[in-house]
Each structure stands twice: as C-alpha cells, then as structure tokens.
C-alpha cells in the first residue's frame, strides 16, 4: 500500500533555473525504494499535480477547409527535429486560457477565436516526471508567422489537411512525432474530419 502523498518525503537534488531533480523517500518500514523524478516547481510544489503548461490543438480555416495546426522545433535531448503541438509553460498567476492565448500568438503568429475544451492536468510521463499539462481545444486565424518567438526559439508552424496528416504518420522522415500529437492525428483520420465530440464543448 502507497503513502499518502501529502504525507510523502520529498527532497531536492539539483538547484536549476527551468527544471530540477527530485528524490522521494520511501516511508520508515516500507519496502518500496527511492525514486527519482524531474520537475518544472519549485521546491515544496513539487510532487503536487497542477498544469505547468498548456498543449493547444488549434484548427486553422486555410483555403477554404480546416487545417490542423502543427508546430516542427528542434528538441536538444532528441537530438533531432519534433513533429508536435504549440505549447508553452503557465506563468505564475496566469490562466489556462490566457496562457494558450499568449503561446499561440507568440510561437505561430496566430490569434486564438474560440476555445472549445480545456482539459484538467494529464500527466505527461508519470515515470520520470510530475509535469502535468492542460490540452486547449481552439480554433484560430491568422497569418503563420514567427516574429513574435523568443531568441531561443526556432519554431516552424504548418498548417495540416487530413491528407497531410496521413502523409506524415505514413513517412515522418527522421523528425519524431510527439505522443501528444500522434493520438490525435489518429482520431482526427479515424472520425475523417477535426470535430471536437459535441459533449466536451464547453
């Protein structure tokens, strides 16, 4: 039987700017080990699920039918190019809804129009880390533009049909498709438009 985790000793192992390691301790008598995760928190934040950052799946009206937004960044610990989804961390205090706003509009270009589903905190690799993010069902418009990215940033957006995305899941070449994006693209082939279900619309 797992503690409880508000009852869970947790320590800090590195002192990073962006991310840090962690250490949980096993409880007095327990047989389970340590174990050792990333984080983006800070201090005794870390190891409490909360959404530290938002992943937006944006449909673009692009001659006429919709498009799916996709973004291609290169990702140092792939040591290769990412096919995914615009994303950026939640600054303190900010909103889901204004931090997929803001992202957007500063990695593409594009102004969000209407939002259809925010989902709560999932968990993006629960073996390794704590990050949690919230997906953002959006629709956009705008010109493609990367002006408004950071000097760190190097960020390449697309605007995809259907065909495309059967194109890229058929032959992504040497870049490697997220696990946030590569469910969708699945969906969004199998249902044969980029519907959102009625039910989750907010």
Avoid: C
């Amino acid at each position: 039987m797992h503690p409880n985790p508000s009852s869970r000793a947790i320590r800090q192992l590195t002192n990073e700017k962006f991310i840090n390691l962690f250490v949980v301790e096993p409880a007095p008598g327990s047989s389970s080990h340590p174990w050792i995760f990333a984080s983006r928190k800070k201090g005794a934040e870390a190891g409490h699920v909360s959404a530290d950052a938002v992943v937006i799946v944006a449909t673009v009206t692009h001659k006429g039918k919709p498009h799916l937004l996709i973004t291609r960044e290169y990702r140092a610990p792939l040591g290769g190019y990412e096919i995914s989804l615009p994303s950026g961390l939640v600054d303190p205090g900010e909103s889901i809804k204004n931090t997929a706003e803001r992202e957007l509009h500063e990695e593409t270009g594009l102004r969000l129009t209407r939002i259809l589903h925010v989902s709560p905190p999932v968990a993006s690799s629960a073996g390794l880390t704590d990050e949690a993010v919230s997906l953002v069902y959006a629709e956009a418009e705008g010109v493609i533009s990367s002006e408004h990215q950071t000097e760190h940033e190097d960020i390449e957006s697309r605007l995809l049909s259907l065909e495309d995305l059967t194109q890229l899941m058929r032959n992504p070449g040497t870049d490697v498709i997220s696990s946030r994006l590569y469910p969708m693209i699945v969906g969004f082939i199998a249902a044969g438009n980029f519907q959102l279900p009625a039910a989750l619309i907010q």
